[in-house]
């Protein structure tokens, strides 16, 4: 089945807000209340800071429309892409905007918000129910020369009609459930599933003070010197501030200069800046709205791993991921730096500008030269984050850098396709030639610190010697430990004894990420081993205990105590509860229903999926898990029914054929079934699955030599698939082919050589060969 997770995405956009700063909730942390106060409180005593924030990135995060807000062309501008149609005007002083709406149908639109300031500008609308959607077109705000002031679609190659996740007024352009959470200050969702409806509320419009440094009540009190506030809270370093942050004070960073090697003066003892950054700063999914900065970040959020489709198989930046889990790669990172060491967080810029920032620490004599970069001096070639910090286009004009601070790989660009810095300004050559060149310049081929990406690779195509590579990584401290986290989560796919201890030892690892990914190795092995997450229940933080409960879930409860029963309870409950927290997703509404699945609740389940389907007609997995379900209850024909509304909603989805022709062959219907499976391979010829299952159901039909012509290219591009491999080895050798099958047989015996059974076919075929 299909695993949903939520994840951030990149669109920016609002709702009806009601709360202003005098009247925010109260906050309680540790039984002592905290409110927030509001910038302009703040600001009584910290003008200088609050000077240099006006107009930054975090000031101007979102704004009431207003004639100086609007950075837009209104002048009645039209803009039209794919079939849809944007005109932009005026109506006095109201900013509109006449365009398609939920039905399809022209309408006039008023603009209520302003999202962003640099490079683009998004624009908020208002719908009943607190909805605010953002438009899907939004203005470049660069100069004119640099390619801006000009409108364009942030979907500039697909058609995105009236009914799509990714039209404007769609689920994926919703501000109240994308946006709000890192562009406003102490949002509250306030999301009603009965009325699918939205009460939100915000502190503070924008990125304010306290959404860093956290409701600062108990600080204000003790700033006006209050006595009983003083004589009941205390006075302490921290200034009676919710978040204080302190770790760089005193702090001097100095250069070996036999080595280059910069160093610390004191170890970093604390991520409390970097975990508050990475509420927003990261990839990731958010379990409540009910917490605070300076709570831990992983009672709040999951973060996202090195996950396929998000990061290249070495850590580099791939989908829209923001920087958190780059920066985590880094040997910046490892070293102690953390982010206001390089960024002003008040003004959003780097404390010095370019290169500056780097030969801070790093000796301009000995990096700053062409002996190190060879490129000329001053060229594009020569700045540090050409090389080391490449970046990538989101949003069709805001490049942002990858954080993961590497030495370029251009040999891995060879080997395994991932991409490299020098070919991205050297795009008239290929890796290879990169990778030659380094060797040239440097005597040797350049590592750097990060040294996963051959396991990685291994782990996401369950290469069968993958558990040796990703095992390798997990043991090794020297590795960054989001990679060593992420090479975890494969190591299920390897069930053995050393696999079950790695396993086990790192639900009890000091570093929450280890523990998190060792709870879903777990997931996909029997239950019996399944049983050691339920020490994981009692974890400090809310996004372990979930994923244990989910783990779990559906365990008989053989061999546990009445606490620990309990406590299973009360961490399904709390799975439920954060599933209902984004009760608008499909993705959440699946989430609940394979959890009601496994645990036997099938009504509930069948509720559920229903429900993810009405949120989400395109949603894919919807469709898949939902069949899978119908088909163990022997309700085969609903799961086809299922099935084929959902090519008929998302034809172009490979894994809905895919499924589709699997139902057809439980039916016994193996000739009804040969052309969904087509559709799935060719839609997505690398996946293996689709290619080799479409193989079989080929050569059960009596067609060997098309099943032949379909596994040899998928041989090709995954040789240590054992699957394909032992397909291979059988059809040739039913079909008389016993050389071809022999060959296949001995690649095997090199991919499992104390298999006794691969020595006896390979005995066999020698036979029937001779």
Same mark, same amino acid.
């Given at each position: 089945?299909?695993?949903?997770?939520?994840?951030?995405?990149?669109?920016?956009?609002?709702?009806?807000?009601?709360?202003?700063?005098?009247?925010?909730?109260?906050?309680?942390?540790?039984?002592?209340?905290?409110?927030?106060?509001?910038?302009?409180?703040?600001?009584?005593?910290?003008?200088?800071?609050?000077?240099?924030?006006?107009?930054?990135?975090?000031?101007?995060?979102?704004?009431?429309?207003?004639?100086?807000?609007?950075?837009?062309?209104?002048?009645?501008?039209?803009?039209?892409?794919?079939?849809?149609?944007?005109?932009?005007?005026?109506?006095?002083?109201?900013?509109?905007?006449?365009?398609?709406?939920?039905?399809?149908?022209?309408?006039?639109?008023?603009?209520?918000?302003?999202?962003?300031?640099?490079?683009?500008?998004?624009?908020?609308?208002?719908?009943?129910?607190?909805?605010?959607?953002?438009?899907?077109?939004?203005?470049?705000?660069?100069?004119?020369?640099?390619?801006?002031?000009?409108?364009?679609?942030?979907?500039?190659?697909?058609?995105?009609?009236?009914?799509?996740?990714?039209?404007?007024?769609?689920?994926?352009?919703?501000?109240?459930?994308?946006?709000?959470?890192?562009?406003?200050?102490?949002?509250?969702?306030?999301?009603?599933?009965?009325?699918?409806?939205?009460?939100?509320?915000?502190?503070?419009?924008?990125?304010?003070?306290?959404?860093?440094?956290?409701?600062?009540?108990?600080?204000?009190?003790?700033?006006?010197?209050?006595?009983?506030?003083?004589?009941?809270?205390?006075?302490?370093?921290?200034?009676?501030?919710?978040?204080?942050?302190?770790?760089?004070?005193?702090?001097?960073?100095?250069?070996?200069?036999?080595?280059?090697?910069?160093?610390?003066?004191?170890?970093?003892?604390?991520?409390?800046?970097?975990?508050?950054?990475?509420?927003?700063?990261?990839?990731?999914?958010?379990?409540?709205?009910?917490?605070?900065?300076?709570?831990?970040?992983?009672?709040?959020?999951?973060?996202?791993?090195?996950?396929?489709?998000?990061?290249?198989?070495?850590?580099?930046?791939?989908?829209?991921?923001?920087?958190?889990?780059?920066?985590?790669?880094?040997?910046?990172?490892?070293?102690?730096?953390?982010?206001?060491?390089?960024?002003?967080?008040?003004?959003?810029?780097?404390?010095?500008?370019?290169?500056?920032?780097?030969?801070?620490?790093?000796?301009?004599?000995?990096?700053?030269?062409?002996?190190?970069?060879?490129?000329?001096?001053?060229?594009?070639?020569?700045?540090?984050?050409?090389?080391?910090?490449?970046?990538?286009?989101?949003?069709?004009?805001?490049?942002?850098?990858?954080?993961?601070?590497?030495?370029?790989?251009?040999?891995?660009?060879?080997?395994?396709?991932?991409?490299?810095?020098?070919?991205?300004?050297?795009?008239?050559?290929?890796?290879?030639?990169?990778? =030659?060149? &380094? %060797?040239?310049?440097?005597?040797?081929?350049? @590592?750097? $610190?990060? !040294? #996963?990406?051959?396991?990685?690779?291994?782990?996401?195509?369950?290469?069968?010697?993958?558990?040796?590579?990703?095992?390798?990584?997990?043991?090794?401290?020297?590795?960054?430990?989001?990679?060593?986290?992420?090479?975890?989560?494969?190591?299920?796919?390897?069930?053995?004894?050393?696999?079950?201890?790695?396993?086990?030892?790192?639900?009890?690892?000091?570093?929450?990420?280890?523990?998190?990914?060792?709870?879903?190795?777990?997931?996909?092995?029997?239950?019996?081993?399944?049983?050691?997450?339920?020490?994981?229940?009692? =974890?400090? &933080? %809310?996004?372990?205990?979930?994923?244990?409960? @989910?783990? $779990?879930? !559906? #365990?008989?409860?053989?061999?546990?105590?009445?606490?620990?029963?309990?406590?299973?309870?009360?961490?399904?409950?709390?799975?439920?509860?954060?599933?209902?927290?984004?009760?608008?997703?499909?993705?959440?509404?699946?989430?609940?229903?394979?959890?009601?699945?496994?645990?036997?609740?099938?009504?509930?389940?069948?509720?559920?999926?229903?429900?993810?389907?009405?949120?989400?007609?395109?949603?894919?997995?919807?469709?898949?898990?939902?069949?899978?379900?119908?088909?163990?209850?022997?309700?085969?024909?609903?799961?086809?029914?299922?099935?084929?509304?959902?090519?008929?909603?998302?034809?172009?989805?490979?894994?809905?054929?895919?499924?589709?022709?699997?139902?057809?062959?439980?039916?016994?219907?193996?000739?009804?079934?040969?052309?969904?499976?087509?559709?799935?391979?060719?839609?997505?010829?690398?996946?293996?699955?689709?290619?080799?299952?479409?193989?079989?159901?080929?050569?059960?039909?009596?067609?060997?030599?098309?099943?032949?012509?379909?596994?040899?290219?998928?041989?090709?591009?995954?040789?240590?698939?054992?699957?394909?491999?032992?397909?291979?080895?059988?059809?040739?050798?039913?079909?008389?082919?016993?050389?071809?099958?022999?060959?296949?047989?001995?690649?095997?015996?090199?991919?499992?050589?104390?298999?006794?059974?691969?020595?006896?076919?390979?005995?066999?075929?020698?036979?029937?060969?001779?």
């Amino acid at each position: 089945m299909f695993r949903a997770v939520l994840v951030l995405v990149t669109v920016m956009s609002f709702a009806n807000i009601t709360q202003a700063a005098d009247d925010s909730e109260i906050i309680t942390d540790d039984d002592i209340p905290r409110t927030y106060v509001g910038r302009a409180v703040c600001s009584g005593c910290h003008a200088d800071v609050n000077e240099a924030y006006a107009g930054s990135h975090h000031d101007l995060a979102m704004q009431h429309v207003s004639e100086s807000s609007v950075l837009g062309d209104f002048d009645n501008v039209t803009y039209k892409h794919l079939g849809e149609t944007f005109n932009f005007y005026r109506n006095g002083d109201r900013f509109m905007v006449r365009t398609a709406g939920l039905d399809g149908e022209p309408e006039d639109f008023e603009i209520s918000f302003t999202f962003g300031v640099y490079p683009l500008q998004q624009y908020l609308v208002k719908f009943p129910g607190g909805r605010l959607q953002a438009l899907s077109v939004a203005f470049d705000t660069r100069a004119r020369d640099a390619g801006g002031q000009r409108w364009f679609h942030l979907n500039p190659d697909d058609a995105v009609p009236p009914g799509d996740v990714l039209h404007w007024t769609g689920p994926n352009l919703n501000w109240n459930y994308m946006c709000a959470d890192c562009h406003s200050t102490a949002y509250r969702k306030n999301y009603d599933a009965a009325t699918q409806s939205y009460a939100s509320s915000y502190a503070e419009i924008d990125v304010s003070c306290e959404a860093c440094h956290g409701p600062a009540s108990r600080h204000v009190e003790w700033a006006n010197n209050d006595g009983d506030a003083i004589a009941e809270y205390g006075v302490d370093d921290d200034y009676s501030l919710a978040v204080r942050f302190n770790e760089r004070t005193g702090v001097s960073w100095s250069s070996d200069p036999e080595t280059g090697t910069v160093s610390r003066s004191t170890p970093r003892t604390s991520s409390r800046e970097i975990d508050v950054c990475a509420r927003c700063h990261s990839r990731r999914s958010q379990l409540t709205d009910q917490t605070d900065p300076g709570d831990p970040f992983m009672d709040g959020y999951r973060p996202s791993l090195l996950t396929e489709g998000l990061y290249h198989a070495d850590g580099q930046i791939q989908d829209e991921v923001y920087v958190w889990g780059s920066f985590l790669q880094s040997k910046m990172y490892m070293a102690g730096v953390t982010c206001s060491d390089c960024h002003d967080p008040h003004t959003a810029d780097l404390r010095r500008p370019g290169d500056a920032t780097c030969l801070a620490c790093h000796a301009g004599d000995r990096y700053a030269t062409s002996a190190h970069h060879f490129h000329p001096q001053e060229s594009l070639g020569a700045r540090c984050v050409e090389c080391h910090m490449p970046s990538k286009v989101y949003m069709q004009v805001d490049a942002r850098h990858d954080h993961s601070i590497r030495i370029p790989r251009p040999d891995l660009s060879v080997t395994l396709g991932t991409p490299n810095a020098c070919n991205n300004c050297h795009e008239d050559q290929d890796a290879k030639w990169a990778a =030659d060149t &380094l %060797k040239q310049w440097y005597g040797s081929t350049p @590592r750097g $610190l990060q !040294g #996963y990406a051959r396991a990685l690779t291994a782990g996401r195509s369950r290469a069968s010697n993958g558990s040796r590579m990703l095992k390798s990584i997990v043991a090794s401290s020297g590795q960054p430990v989001i990679a060593r986290a992420s090479a975890l989560t494969y190591l299920g796919a390897y069930p053995d004894r050393d696999t079950f201890a790695m396993i086990q030892m790192n639900l009890n690892a000091d570093d929450a990420l280890m523990r998190l990914a060792a709870v879903d190795a777990l997931a996909p092995l029997e239950p019996r081993a399944r049983v050691l997450a339920i020490a994981s229940l009692w =974890d400090d &933080l %809310k996004a372990v205990r979930i994923a244990a409960a @989910r783990t $779990l879930a !559906g #365990y008989s409860g053989e061999g546990l105590n009445s606490a620990q029963l309990e406590r299973l309870n009360r961490g399904i409950e709390e799975y439920i509860e954060v599933q209902e927290f984004n009760a608008e997703r499909p993705e959440a509404q699946l989430n609940l229903a394979d959890l009601y699945f496994d645990s036997g609740r099938m009504a509930e389940a069948d509720a559920a999926y229903m429900k993810a389907l009405e949120l989400g007609p395109q949603f894919v997995p919807g469709y898949v898990n939902y069949a899978q379900m119908l088909a163990q209850q022997d309700r085969e024909m609903e799961a086809e029914a299922v099935l084929r509304e959902g090519v008929e909603k998302v034809p172009g989805e490979a894994a809905i054929h895919h499924s589709l022709g699997l139902s057809l062959i439980r039916q016994q219907r193996l000739d009804d079934a040969l052309e969904p499976l087509a559709t799935a391979h060719q839609l997505e010829p690398q996946t293996i699955r689709f290619g080799y299952i479409y193989a079989v159901a080929l050569n059960a039909s009596g067609r060997v030599d098309d099943a032949l012509k379909v596994l040899e290219p998928i041989h090709a591009m995954s040789p240590d698939n054992i699957d394909v491999l032992v397909a291979l080895i059988t059809f040739n050798r039913d079909a008389g082919r016993f050389k071809t099958a022999l060959d296949h047989a001995r690649k095997l015996k090199q991919l499992i050589p104390d298999d006794a059974g691969v020595d006896q076919l390979i005995v066999d075929l020698e036979r029937a060969a001779s």
